[in-house]
């Protein structure tokens, strides 16, 4: 019901910055929460950023007030701005859609930055931060 395509990533040096976007299409009911995760070779997949359908923002502690995630709802677009990338920013990175019901954004819930209930994956972009 959602299919979602990942670009804009690259190699970059420390301190670069990038611009991921990811083109979202299908039925808006299952896109109500978009999200940003990311996942290094051998470690586990980790939720950078989460945006709902009213413009309410989550980060994750690691890119607080580096990235921004952001969504254009006329184009159907969710992006990911990174700046001061760091090469522990290095990782393949996500898009995902999720529909309402368990909330990814409130802290006190029990999916709060939780990769596990975002049922639609895009095909990942790969991010490369070198020092």
């Known amino acids: 019901q959602v299919q979602l395509v990942e670009s804009g990533g690259g190699s970059v040096h420390s301190g670069g910055s990038l611009r991921l976007s990811c083109a979202a299409s299908g039925v808006t009911y299952y896109m109500y929460y978009m999200g940003w995760f990311r996942q290094a070779p051998g470690e586990e997949r980790e939720a950078i950023a989460i945006i709902d359908s009213g413009g309410s923002t989550r980060y994750g502690d690691s890119v607080k007030g580096r990235f921004t995630i952001s969504q254009d709802n006329t184009k159907n677009t969710l992006y990911l701005q990174m700046n001061s990338l760091k090469p522990e920013d290095t990782a393949m990175y996500y898009c995902?859609?999720?529909?309402?019901?368990?909330?990814?954004?409130?802290?006190?819930?029990?999916?709060?930055?939780?990769?596990?209930?975002?049922?639609?994956w895009g095909q990942g972009t790969q991010v490369t931060v070198s020092s």
């Open positions: 995902a859609a999720k529909a309402p019901g368990c909330n990814p954004i409130m802290s006190s819930g029990n999916c709060y930055l939780s990769s596990a209930v975002f049922r639609y």
